[in-house]
């Protein structure tokens, strides 16, 4: 049986769809959204070179990786919580309710900046203070964590939530 646009085997929209408005959730999305995957992707494009550049351990020692994995984690969960669920306007369900919203909060903020720190601290005390010939591993530490904290609080503070409601 066709129907007014198409085939009922799928070659028009169906039933249900045609009353609801589609948002576009592609590539191009929010603006935020776009500028967050391309801090993020910066971050692990930055530190990805300096691996491929110096794959000796002399030059960059590879557990310095462990500082971006952290800051991916804490990125993930400081939005992984809504700000509704924090304030307690939207979420009384679950474990902990609002309590377990604003201490998972805190965990993802406080991994953030611990890793945050501890990239400056393997830049300046790793590569600065020992007066390293090759120092642009240091950095590189460094400005992965910083996009990927920057992009974490671009995402959490600057996006609308009203379609999560």
Request: hydrophobic share 45%.
């Amino acid at each position: 049986m066709r129907t007014a646009r198409g085939s009922a085997g799928g070659g028009g929209r169906g039933g249900c769809c045609r009353s609801r408005p589609q948002k576009n959730v592609g590539f191009s999305g929010e603006p935020e959204v776009l500028g967050v995957r391309v801090l993020f992707f910066t971050g692990w494009w930055i530190i990805i070179d300096a691996a491929v550049k110096y794959p000796k351990m002399e030059d960059f020692n590879h557990s310095y990786h462990a500082c971006g994995v952290i800051a991916t984690i804490a990125f993930l969960m400081i939005n992984a919580v809504s700000n509704g669920q924090v304030r307690g306007d939207s979420y009384s369900e679950g474990c902990l309710g609002q309590t377990g919203a604003r201490i998972w909060l805190f965990i993802g903020f406080m991994m953030a900046f611990g890793s945050l720190i501890a990239s400056m601290w393997i830049l300046f005390g790793g590569y600065v203070v020992k007066e390293k010939t090759v120092v642009y591993p240091g950095i590189a530490v460094f400005f992965q964590n910083a996009f990927i904290f920057f992009g974490g609080l671009v995402f959490k503070f600057g996006r609308t939530e009203d379609l999560w409601q």
